[in-house]
């Protein structure tokens, strides 16, 4: 029941900049890490950025300086702010969150559906 909907993506042209959210919902008890990856056409998926309860960041290389994750734990919500965008950033962007469900004893991996993100040169 738990699920994770995501918004925001979209065609931008390099350069340009984009907001994604990715918002959960459902039976949830806590969140802790929540994350963004990325499947470009032809590459295998890869990690983007990941942000935990209490705030801290990792970002990927080729995201770093660029892209900005944060939370709002109010709203059950993770976002990424993606600037200086380029066409290799082009890709289908899933969110994904461990989240222990009310009347859980532990934390799963839960994915939201994807996002497409189109970057023109």
């Known amino acids: 029941q738990v699920q994770l909907v995501e918004s925001g993506g979209g065609l931008v042209q390099a350069g340009g900049s984009l907001r994604l959210s990715c918002a959960a919902s459902?039976?949830?008890?806590?969140?802790?890490?929540m994350g963004w990856f990325r499947r470009a056409p032809g590459n295998p998926r890869e990690f983007v950025a990941t942000v935990s309860s209490d705030g801290r960041t990792n970002y990927a290389e080729s995201a770093k300086g660029r892209f900005t994750i944060s939370r709002d734990n109010a709203k059950n919500t993770v976002y990424l702010q993606m600037n200086s965008l380029k066409p290799e950033d082009t890709a289908v962007y899933y969110c994904?969150?461990?989240?222990?469900?009310?009347?859980?004893?532990?934390?799963?991996?839960?994915w939201g559906q994807g996002t497409q993100v189109t970057v023109s040169s």
């Open positions: 459902g039976s949830i008890f806590s969140i802790n890490g």
């Open positions: 994904n969150a461990f989240i222990r469900r009310i009347g859980g004893s532990y934390f799963s991996d839960y």
